[in-house]
């Protein structure tokens, strides 16, 4: 899935909050192409079958507000934008230009309003807790383990807190990424990104404030290889 990724400064000029060192994509819609190449062909529709999940792990509400981290060229968003309905509000933000500018079109196309935006995980552009949701898929593999505590870190903050008065629960924290089977020895760490094991990422969870913190795994049945997993899921509240 990188064979077309680049690491470099966003050419958008607002400095501090649009530099990642992680890793970015930002091929528009020939991210879209080899991504349905290798749904189709290797993955056998589980990358699609990973975002449902997602949504569904969400458990989201008509009328939330969502925010979808490293949201590439949309899929996902759009997807969140159906489900909280026409009273809801989608954000998505990435650091790669094209990504976004491909995203904003298919919605378009689609006639679904979702605000994307060029940013990064680790500097949400975004108030104090702005949003009861905040989602993402296969993104966190792209970043070390220092973007990955200040991307939650940031999540944490965005996300809305508890309310004791009512009893309403800390905003909701749904993640999906590659698994990275145990028995590999870790592949060579491209551009400061790498992968963790779910547990590991799930620790960051946790040490980021979240409660609740709930692991998932998703299998890739047909090839034997991949047998400790394909995908994992965290999810988790706010604490
Ligand atoms: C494999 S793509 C996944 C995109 C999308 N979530 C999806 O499911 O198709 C990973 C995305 O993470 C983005 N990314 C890299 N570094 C990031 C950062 N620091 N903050 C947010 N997104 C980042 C990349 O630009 C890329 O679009």
Known sequence: MHSFAKHRHSKSGKAS???TRGLILDTG?????????FDTFLFRGKLRELRQRTVDLAHLQPGEKVLDV?????TLAMEVARRVGATGRVF????GEQQIARARSKAARRNLSIEFQVGVVEHLDFPDQTFDVVISTIMMHHLSDSLKRQGLAEIARVLRSPDPASGKPGGRLVIADFKRPEERPAPPVRFGAGGSRIQDLAALVKNAGFLRVEIEEMQLPRFPAHSAGFASFVRADKG
Do not use: A, H, S, V
């Open 17 to 19: 909050t649009k530099i």
């Open 70 to 74: 490293g949201c590439g060229t949309g």
């Open 29 to 37: 819609w020939r991210y879209d192409l080899m991504e349905w190449f």
């Open 92 to 95: 998505g933000i990435d650091p």
